[in-house]
């Protein structure tokens, strides 16, 4: 068996396993009917241990990765247009999928009565923002519902420990083993999350019936094209912007081999080096496609600011809360940018950012089983959206550091013209 295929079934173990213990415990939940809820016990102690790490794992994982930064400044510089980039194709892609969801029912079909849904509040933007990123005492931050005032908390600590050099050091190691202790923790947590996962669903399948996974099959049917267009339309879009419709021409000509590639391993990193070729193949200059497709890898996430917004619409369709108003649509969007640049470029930033919808958007607790679901079912095609928007990414960033004319001048001294 070659070293591809063995990797590609075990990226795809634990969500194949997970999805088979779904099926199983929403099968058990259709047969016992609301029998179904002495299994209600087992799901409910999954979940509560599972909020229990979401705070330490998001300030150690993320104040020991600022930490060791020992360049704030060149770190600064490095990020400048390709933050840029990256923020702009990301926000285009929430606000694409705010407006499909005015037309398209994503999450239809099912309305859950949580045991403690919180009512979402009617707040303006300007108050969205300040209790977005700050709390008025610090006990505060230790709260799963204002997760983002502690991801701010957890920078600002991780930059002044870094500003500190030699005397900040064993401190940073601190952090690092810690973040390490939390990540063995999770590890050995969700080796039981097939069981709490089965015994979750059986108790909401038996209490509501088969129409749970049907929402599933439903949303899923509905987001798959919907990515599938982002790629072809909006990418070729962004590869016009960078070089004309030569640019459309050299990045679908190059692109599918990491497009597949990124399918099987649900892994941007993984895609790297193919990204590179097809960069190098395109023609952008290797000292861009260098650091734009390693940094794009954790902090370009297009395919997840669509699931984000994604998630939450599906949520608010289950839980019956609203997610309407442009007040909250902006929130959304900067929930989603943040997650994709930010959150994502952290360790274990996947459960953060589900986390977050379901706290930020006053979700009840049951909420979070359901959105991890739904982020393994979406990650395949979400992961080919991320990687392959590197590559794009990149074509434009190239496009604004050496003009218009940059793919007629085969910077890479790689590029392959049959296109």
Same mark, same amino acid.
């Given at each position: 068996?070659?070293?591809?295929?063995?990797?590609?079934? @075990?990226?795809? %173990?634990?969500?194949?396993?997970?999805?088979?213990?779904?099926?199983?415990?929403?099968?058990?939940?259709?047969?016992?009917?609301?029998?179904?809820?002495?299994?209600?016990?087992?799901?409910?102690?999954?979940?509560?241990?599972?909020?229990?790490?979401?705070?330490?794992?998001?300030?150690?994982?993320?104040?020991? !990765?600022?930490?060791?930064?020992?360049?704030?400044? %060149?770190?600064?510089?490095?990020?400048?247009?390709?933050?840029?980039?990256?923020?702009?194709?990301?926000?285009?892609?929430?606000?694409?999928?705010?407006?499909?969801?005015?037309?398209?029912?994503?999450?239809?079909?099912?309305?859950?009565?949580? $045991?403690?849904?919180?009512?979402?509040?009617?707040?303006?933007?300007?108050?969205?923002?300040?209790?977005?990123?700050?709390?008025?005492?610090?006990?505060?931050?230790?709260?799963?519902?204002?997760?983002?005032?502690?991801?701010?908390?957890?920078? &600002?600590?991780?930059?002044?420990?870094?500003?500190?050099?030699?005397?900040?050091?064993?401190?940073?190691?601190?952090?690092?083993?810690?973040?390490?202790?939390?990540?063995?923790?999770?590890?050995?947590?969700?080796?039981?999350?097939?069981?709490?996962?089965? @015994?979750?669903?059986?108790?909401?399948?038996?209490?509501?019936?088969?129409?749970?996974?049907?929402?599933?099959?439903?949303?899923?049917?509905?987001?798959?094209?919907?990515? &599938?267009?982002?790629?072809?339309?909006?990418?070729?879009?962004?590869?016009?912007?960078? @070089?004309?419709?030569?640019?459309?021409?050299?990045?679908?000509?190059?692109?599918?081999? @990491?497009?597949?590639?990124?399918?099987?391993?649900?892994?941007?990193?993984?895609?790297?080096?193919?990204?590179?070729?097809?960069?190098?193949?395109?023609?952008?200059?290797?000292?861009?496609?260098?650091?734009?497709?390693?940094?794009?890898?954790?902090?370009?996430?297009?395919?997840?600011?669509?699931?984000?917004? &994604?998630?939450?619409?599906?949520?608010?369709?289950?839980?019956?809360?609203?997610?309407?108003?442009?007040?909250?649509?902006?929130?959304?969007?900067?929930?989603?940018?943040?997650?994709?640049? !930010?959150?994502?470029?952290?360790?274990?930033?996947?459960?953060?950012?589900?986390?977050?919808?379901?706290?930020?958007?006053?979700?009840?607790?049951?909420?979070?089983?359901?959105?991890?679901?739904?982020?393994?079912?979406?990650?395949?095609?979400?992961?080919?959206?991320?990687?392959?928007?590197?590559?794009?990414?990149?074509?434009?960033?190239?496009?604004?550091?050496?003009?218009?004319?940059?793919? $007629? %001048?085969?910077?890479?001294?790689?590029?392959?013209?049959?296109?």
């Amino acid at each position: 068996m070659s070293e591809q295929k063995i990797q590609v079934k @075990a990226n795809y %173990r634990f969500p194949v396993i997970l999805l088979i213990s779904v099926i199983l415990g929403g099968v058990a939940g259709v047969f016992l009917g609301e029998k179904a809820t002495i299994f209600k016990p087992l799901g409910q102690i999954f979940i509560n241990l599972l909020f229990t790490l979401i705070i330490p794992l998001v300030f150690f994982s993320i104040a020991s !990765a600022i930490s060791g930064f020992s360049d704030l400044s %060149r770190l600064g510089k490095m990020l400048g247009s390709v933050i840029g980039v990256f923020v702009f194709t990301g926000a285009i892609a929430s606000v694409f999928m705010l407006i499909l969801i005015q037309f398209i029912p994503y999450g239809q079909g099912l309305v859950i009565t949580a $045991s403690s849904t919180a009512e979402a509040a009617q707040l303006s933007l300007g108050e969205h923002l300040v209790n977005m990123f700050t709390v008025s005492d610090f006990p505060e931050l230790l709260s799963k519902s204002r997760m983002m005032p502690l991801i701010v908390f957890a920078i &600002f600590f991780g930059v002044a420990v870094a500003m500190l050099g030699e005397k900040g050091k064993g401190v940073h190691q601190g952090l690092i083993n810690i973040s390490e202790v939390i990540f063995k923790m999770i590890g050995l947590l969700m080796k039981a999350a097939p069981i709490g996962l089965a @015994a979750y669903f059986a108790n909401l399948t038996g209490i509501y019936g088969p129409s749970l996974l049907g929402t599933y099959a439903k949303a899923m049917a509905l987001f798959y094209p919907t990515l &599938f267009f982002y790629f072809f339309v909006f990418f070729a879009f962004y590869a016009y912007m960078a @070089a004309g419709k030569d640019g459309i021409k050299a990045f679908f000509k190059n692109i599918f081999p @990491a497009a597949v590639n990124a399918i099987g391993t649900r892994s941007s990193a993984a895609t790297i080096p193919l990204n590179l070729e097809a960069c190098n193949r395109i023609g952008v200059p290797q000292d861009v496609s260098s650091v734009v497709l390693p940094m794009g890898a954790t902090m370009h996430m297009d395919g997840s600011c669509l699931s984000c917004i &994604f998630k939450i619409t599906v949520l608010s369709a289950i839980f019956g809360i609203p997610f309407e108003g442009l007040g909250t649509y902006a929130f959304a969007v900067m929930v989603a940018v943040f997650s994709a640049t !930010a959150i994502s470029a952290v360790p274990g930033g996947g459960a953060v950012g589900e986390a977050m919808i379901v706290t930020m958007f006053g979700f009840p607790p049951e909420a979070l089983p359901i959105v991890i679901m739904l982020g393994q079912l979406c990650d395949p095609i979400t992961t080919m959206v991320n990687s392959t928007g590197d590559s794009v990414a990149s074509m434009m960033i190239t496009r604004i550091l050496e003009g218009p004319q940059w793919l $007629s %001048r085969n910077l890479s001294g790689l590029q392959n013209k049959n296109w």
